[in-house]
């Protein structure tokens, strides 16, 4: 499975951006994608996941409400929608890949990584 993630930028307070995964390698039936973020001197946080073939999510509390998982199998790509962005949002978010159909939470089970893309929320 190779992840390319995409759609970092600056952005000021309140501001939204909409990262992308595009998706490839084999064919994905029971696979979960979930973004994940980094922020200097701490460590990498889960923040929303999916499954493929189901319609299951998941969210971190502190982005409930803001942020917005989704897929579109046509082009093979999982969504971050981010709206109402703050400072503490900055970070480096990654894609990430697990075979299965349970949400976990934990880096450690996600077997492919994408690259990193920046995000930076100014106040």
């Known amino acids: 499975v190779q992840l390319q993630a995409s759609g970092g930028g600056l952005v000021q307070t309140g501001g939204s951006l909409r990262l992308s995964c595009a998706v490839s390698?084999?064919?994905?039936?029971?696979?979960?994608i979930a973004w994940f973020r980094q922020a200097p001197g701490k460590e990498r946080e889960f923040v929303a996941g999916t499954t493929w073939s189901i319609d299951r999510v998941d969210y971190v509390d502190s982005v409930k409400g803001r942020f917005t998982i989704s897929r579109d199998k046509n082009k093979n790509t999982v969504y971050l929608q981010m709206n109402s962005l703050k400072p503490e949002d900055t970070a480096v978010y990654y894609c990430?890949?697990?075979?299965?159909?349970?949400?976990?939470?934990?880096?450690?089970?996600?077997?492919?990584w994408g690259q990193g893309t920046q995000v930076t929320v100014s106040s």
């Open positions: 390698g084999r064919t994905f039936v029971r696979i979960v």
């Open positions: 990430a890949a697990d075979l299965g159909n349970a949400i976990s939470r934990r880096n450690v089970v996600y077997n492919y």
